[in-house]
């Protein structure tokens, strides 16, 4: 079982819908979580970071932690094209010096 | 202007050469890291380093090599002895590795064997 898990997609949605992205991890000790966007050929950026249950809002991005199902979700609300990219799920644990990191969903809004 | 350097952006290594690639922060960050991407894959840590003059391997540090002689720097050499070198090398920093803390990432190396 992979640590980190995500649905490598390709996700299509359409324009301006909703885009819910959705990671799994196994380590139950694992105390921060993170979402990073990688354009083609780019380099992965920051979108968000989630370190209690519940959810974080930024803009149009959602992040929902439940820590007793081990899952972290990312919502994009009002999905644009510029949103197509690729998203990591990555996982941390204080004290590991180590963050792992997902596969990545691809995902594709529809004009 | 804060954030982290990493040159070349593309780099050609012939068989049997030794490449290093370039990796700088302002950040002030204690911890930096290299990954590798290949294509439709995650993110595989080579090494990293939390403190000056000290580094770990990661998950597949072999064929690779490190220094961290500065806060700022962390240069990775590709050796002879990596024989599928050929990926998307990422640099990232963050403050202190023990905490699980975010990670943020240079723009990129593609290092191509010809």
């Known amino acids: 079982q992979k640590e980190v898990e995500q649905n490598s997609g390709p996700l299509s949605v359409p324009e301006g819908a909703i885009a819910s992205l959705n990671c799994t991890y196994s380590?139950?000790?694992?105390?921060?979580f993170f979402w990073y966007r990688q354009y083609s050929g780019k380099s992965p950026e920051l979108i968000m970071s989630?370190?209690?249950?519940g959810d974080k809002e930024d803009g149009r991005f959602t992040a929902q932690l439940n820590k007793a199902s081990q899952y972290v979700s990312l919502l994009i609300r009002d999905s644009q094209p510029s949103d197509s990219a690729t998203y990591l799920c990555?996982?941390?644990?204080?004290?590991?010096?180590?963050?792992?990191f997902g596969t990545g969903t691809r995902l594709t809004i529809i004009p | 202007d804060g954030g982290i350097t990493q040159s070349p952006k593309y780099l050609f290594r012939k068989e049997g050469q030794n490449v290093t690639l370039s990796c700088e922060q302002n950040?002030?960050?204690?911890?930096m890291y290299w990954y590798r991407q290949d294509p439709g894959q995650g993110l595989r840590l080579i090494y990293y380093?939390?403190?000056?003059?000290?580094?770990q391997k990661g998950d597949i540090a072999e064929g690779y090599s490190v220094s961290r002689e500065k806060k700022e720097s962390f240069p990775l050499t590709v050796t002879s002895a990596q024989k599928n070198p050929t990926a998307f090398y990422l640099c990232?920093?963050?403050?202190?590795?023990?905490?699980?803390?975010?990670?943020?990432f240079g723009p990129g190396t593609r290092l191509l064997v010809l």
């Open positions: 990232a920093s963050s403050r202190d590795a023990r905490k699980g803390e975010t990670q943020y």
């Open positions: 380590d139950r000790g694992s105390q921060s």
């Open positions: 989630i370190y209690s249950n």
């Open positions: 990555a996982v941390g644990h204080f004290g590991n010096e180590k963050l792992t």
């Open positions: 950040l002030n960050h204690d911890a």
């Open positions: 380093s939390q403190i000056v003059n000290d580094f």
